[in-house]
């Protein structure tokens, strides 16, 4: 039988995200991690080589191994190799603003996770242009990945990089070829993209192996079966990603209807999608709500309602290949951050 993925997203660390890491931004006008670089300039260096050593270190790869996680998404952003992107006009004047060096922190990365047991999904989560216009996209408010193919194949060369790099390393688990690609963009495109990453992912990544993983893109499953059912793709993976705090309708939810959302929505929607015979990972998920939700609460109610909150998702998300959530750690968000939810107990104390 196949090991159940019991996950955890490493967010914030080579992709930055100011509401994950709101320190690192006091005094800055930046809102990602492209605006970050090139408004810190030459200082950048020196500031994120520090967050890069002390934001994740090995311990905490020492204590996800402790408490039963055996995996972890790892985000990564298109400049991870250093300066052979294409130019985007947010770069100013700055041909090469990212800091390079990061794909040291992906080695360290896997040699955390041989030594623990555990196992990595390497995350294209930023890529040139943005494919979303959300800040882990890179440039915020901006989307236009899709419509340049030096963009395109930027990309598809990263992961080929990425494969070649790492495919025989023990704690590879798979890599995913982009993450969440916005909703309009293109079916089509979206299709042939994922197709030539599988090819290009392939020819270093045997698929007993390795899985090659591709976001929803926030549309329904029945759009890819095409390619599900094509039988020259073998160990592919869908990631789809699942909240309650973002639109109107989730937002003026109380906790009961959260949980029944989850519980008996979220529930059918992983039976059908199994029944078709989907491989499907919950890639994103979290505690975080509303405050709304819990404005009527003592503290006592606010820990029930996380604790049957979260008991629910488990519930639903495990009956897929395995999940990831997000997020490993935050500095200000508690209901976003594992160590947090494990610390405050609203998550078990072992996920084993």
């Known amino acids: 039988m196949q090991q159940k993925i019991r996950g955890v997203n490493l967010g914030g660390w080579l992709v930055l995200e100011k509401w994950i890491t709101p320190s690192l931004f006091e005094g800055l006008n930046a809102l990602d991690e492209t605006t970050y670089c090139v408004e810190l300039g030459d200082r950048a260096d020196t500031v994120l080589r ?14 996800l191994a402790e408490i039963g996680i055996n995996a972890v998404r790892l985000p990564i952003g298109h400049w991870v190799f250093g300066k052979d992107y294409p130019y985007h006009r947010s770069y100013g004047d700055l041909r090469y603003p990212f800091v390079v060096g990061g ?89 042939k993209y994922h197709t030539e990453a599988y090819h290009r992912i392939r020819q270093h990544c045997k698929p007993e192996k390795v899985a090659v993983v591709f976001h929803d893109g926030f549309r329904s499953y029945r759009e890819y079966l095409d390619i599900f059912n094509d039988p020259a793709f073998a160990n592919i993976v869908l990631d789809i990603h699942r909240y309650q705090c973002f639109s109107p309708t ?16 979220w529930k059918g929607e992983a039976e059908e999608m199994i ?10 998920w979290s505690l975080g709500l509303a405050p709304e939700t819990f404005s009527q609460m003592d503290d006592f109610q606010k820990n029930a309602a ?16 395995g999940w990831f959530f997000w997020n490993y750690k935050t500095e200000t968000m508690p209901a976003w951050s594992l160590r947090e939810c ?11």
């Not at 494990?342 to 084993?352: I, L, S």
């Open 306 to 321: 996380h604790r049957g909150y979260a008991a629910a998702q488990l519930l639903v998300f495990e009956q897929y290949l």
């Open 103 to 191: 794909i040291e922190v992906v080695d360290q990365v896997f040699a955390w996770a041989e030594e623990f047991g555990l196992r990595v999904l390497l995350d294209l989560h930023a890529a040139a242009g943005c494919q979303n216009g959300f800040d882990n996209g890179g440039i915020q408010n901006v989307c236009e990945w899709h419509t340049d193919t030096a963009y395109i194949e930027h990309s598809l060369e990263v992961l080929e990089r990425l494969a070649k790099r790492y495919h025989q390393h023990p704690a590879l688990y798979g890599i995913q070829t982009l993450n969440e690609p916005r909703w309009d963009i293109d079916t089509a495109l979206l299709k």
């Open 275 to 284: 029944s078709h015979g989907q491989r499907i990972y919950c890639g994103e």
């Open 50 to 63: 520090k967050h890069w050593n002390s934001y994740i270190t090995r311990d905490d790869f020492a204590w």
């Open 342 to 352: 494990v610390k405050r107990g609203w998550f078990p104390h072992r996920f084993a």
């Open 250 to 265: 989730e937002i003026a939810m109380d906790i009961h209807q959260h949980i029944q959302h989850t519980a008996l929505d």
